[in-house]
């Protein structure tokens, strides 16, 4: 993430980056009045591409080794060429969200971890490799310049609500048959599991399983809760019914049962789930 945006920290900062025009004294003195390494920023590791390693494996695919430890970490280019300069509380997490959009970009990585870093010791490393790399090329990463929001972590909206059947009476709401109901929400619905808890507290390792699964798609799916008999009463037993499936979690895919568990793990290694969710 990047100061003056709301990114790995989760916080904004006041100041801003130079834009990609700017040059010289100019950004020098952006950096240091920043407390970049002339000003009062902290000492680290000086930023240099011999100090990176690979982000690739033999294969070339994205092989993400970096700690899931505070730290400021620097990524090149297949060509050598620096592409960005962030920081983070963890930067594991913040490579595998820069993968999602830039992963072309992404070859190696400087890392510098800082166990314990608070905001402001990171922003001071941060500043300090910024003026590093104004000082040697007389620019900022393209991925740092304002108006390139590639390297940007969007804004985490909140979980979605699970999927309530009924008011919430429990089986004094049943107007219908819950067979009836299962059968409106999932051809009304694209994606819909049904599981032990909530979408942010699973109460069974299987539910909690699917749910990783479907968020590793980054599709847009709905949650129903079948321990929930207050708004869901007698959904566990109607579900298994309905699905002729003994057992939950049950995800729904355009109306049709596709599977519990065991099914949406294989779908997922297959690569087959993310191509019925795209």
């Not at 219908?176 to 819909?192: G, N, Q, T």
């Not at 699905?243 to 355009?254: A, F, G, K, L």
């Amino acid at each position: 993430g990047v100061p003056g945006h709301k990114g790995a920290l989760g916080v904004a900062s006041s100041f801003r980056l130079p834009c990609a025009g700017e040059r010289g004294e100019g950004l020098r003195a952006f950096a240091a009045s920043e407390g970049g390494a002339n000003g009062s920023g902290p000492e680290i590791a000086k930023l240099d591409f011999s100090a990176s390693k690979p982000l690739r494996d033999a294969a070339n695919a994205l092989d993400n080794w970096t700690p899931s430890a505070p730290g400021v970490y620097a990524v090149f280019d297949e060509k050598e060429e620096l592409q960005y300069i962030g920081l983070s509380r963890k930067i594991s997490a913040s490579i595998d969200r820069h993968a999602q959009k830039v992963a072309d970009l992404m070859h190696h990585v400087q890392v510098v971890e800082m166990p314990g870093a608070g905001k402001e010791a990171l922003q001071g490393a941060w500043k300090a490799w910024i003026e590093a790399q104004v000082e040697a090329t007389g620019n900022i990463p393209e991925g740092n310049r304002r108006g390139n929001d590639q390297w940007l972590f969007k804004q985490r909206a909140p979980p979605k609500q699970e999927i309530q059947l009924t008011p919430g009476k429990g089986a004094d709401d049943l107007l219908v048959p819950m067979e009836e109901l299962i059968d409106s929400l999932v051809k009304s619905k694209r994606v819909v599991a049904f599981i032990k808890g909530t979408r942010t507290q699973p109460e069974c390792g299987f539910s909690f399983n699917v749910l990783n699964l479907l968020n590793g798609t980054q599709a847009d799916y709905e949650t129903v809760n079948v321990l929930d008999e207050r708004h869901n009463p007698g959904l566990r037993e109607a579900i298994k019914i309905y699905s002729d499936w003994p057992t939950i979690p049950q995800v729904y895919i355009e109306g049709e049962f596709v599977g519990g568990a065991d099914i949406i793990q294989e779908m997922s290694e297959s690569g087959e789930l993310k191509k019925m969710l795209s």
